[in-house]
C-alpha cells in the first residue's frame, strides 16, 4: 500500500444511503460514528465564558489544561508518570494521526505497520509520508522490515476489540527493541462493555515507562464535542517535544476558547458516565434486533459499534439492511479482513435505534 491515495470510501455508500432514505419510515444511519446527543452544559458554558479571545492561542495549550489532562489520565484509567509537559493539545484526533508520519519526517523506506481491520487513517498518513504501509496484528509477519510507526487501536474502531494488557505490553517489548514508536489512539477508552480497555500509558503494559510510545485521545465522544474538534496526545517527552516544535511552524493551534472547554470537559466525570449508559441502552437494543435478524456478533468489547455478519459478502449485507431503512458501513470499507463484516454505529438517538431495532426484528 503506497503511493496513490484511496478513493474516500464513504462516498460509494451514496447509493446505499439514497436506498435507505426511501423508506416508507425514513432513514436510520448507523454508518457513521457521529454523536448526536447534547454538548454537555458545563462545556457549552465554559465556551461562552472563554469567547473574548482576541489573542493567538499557544501550541502547547495551557498549563492548566495540561494539569487536566494528567489529573484525568491517572482518575479514569490509572495512568501515573505523565509530565504536564508531555501533553500536546490537537485539533481533534483525525489531522494528527493524518500528519502523525510526516510531521516525524517518515518517508520512502520507512514502514508504518497498521491494524488488519482498520480506521482508514492510518494507511492515509502513512501514505501521505511517502511511506509503506503494512497491514498486519502479529509482528512476527513482519520480518526484517524498517519499521518505524506501530499503530495500535483499543477499543478498536470498526471491531469493538480491546486489546489485553499482555498483548499491548508484547508490542511495546518489540517495537523497543527495534527502536519504532508505538501510538494507541485510546478515543473510545471510555468505552468497555464486555472487557475493561487499558492505556499504553499504564504501568501494566509500559513498565512505567513512556520511552518511544503516545498515547492519542479525543473528546469528541466522550464528551460529544465532535463539532470542537478537541483531542490531545501524550507519552515519550522527546516524541512531544519535537511534534510540538513542528506544529509550531505549521500553526497547529487549539483555540484558546476549545481549550477552556477541554479543561471543563475532562474535569468533569459525571457527564461521561450518563453518556455511557445512554450508549449502553441503545447498544443493548441494537445488539438484540440484529441477531434477531440472523447475524452474528463478533468481538465488540468496546467502542460505539458492533462487528456483525450473516457469513456474506459485506455489501449483500449493507444492502439488506438498505431495504429496511438502516443504512450501515461495510467492513471491506476497513480492509480485507473485514469483507464479510458490517460495522454497525449506536450513535444514533433512542428514536433512531428504537425504529431500527423493530424492521430489522421484522425481518
Known sequence: MRGRLPDFPWDLLRPDKERAAAHPGGLVDLSVGTPVDPTPEVVKRALCEASNAPGYPTTHGTSQLRQAVVDY??????????????????IGSKEFVAWLPTTLGLGPGDVVVVPETAYPTYAVGGLLAGCEVVPSDSTLALGPRRVRLVWLNSPSNPTGRILPPEHLAKVVAWARERRALVVSDECYLEFGWDATPVSVLHPDVCGGDHEGILAVHSLSKRSNLAGYRAGFVTGDPKVIETLLEVRKHAGMMVPS??????????????????????????????????????????????SLYLWATRDEPCWDSVRWCADRGV?????????????????????????????????????
Do not use: K, N, W
Not at 489520565?73 to 490537537?90: H, I, K, M, S, Y
Not at 461521561?272 to 449508559?277: F, I, L, N, P
Not at 443493548?284 to 468496546?302: C, P, Q, T
Not at 464479510?340 to 426484528?361: G, K, N, S, Y
Open 73 to 90: 489520565l491517572r482518575r479514569r484509567f490509572g495512568v501515573t508518570g505523565v509530565a504536564e509537559d508531555a501533553v500536546l493539545p490537537t
Open 257 to 302: 476558547p476549545v481549550q477552556q472547554a477541554m479543561i471543563a470537559a475532562l474535569r468533569d466525570d459525571t457527564h461521561v458516565d450518563e453518556q455511557r449508559a445512554r450508549y449502553a441502552e441503545r447498544r443493548a437494543v441494537l445488539r438484540r434486533a440484529f441477531e434477531a435478524a440472523g447475524f452474528r456478533i463478533d468481538h465488540s468489547e468496546g
Open 327 to 363: 443504512l450501515v458501513t461495510p467492513g471491506d470499507f476497513y480492509g480485507e479482513a473485514g469483507a464479510r463484516h458490517v460495522r454497525v454505529a449506536f450513535t444514533a438517538t433512542d428514536e433512531r435505534v428504537a425504529a431500527a431495532a423493530e424492521r430489522l426484528e421484522a425481518g
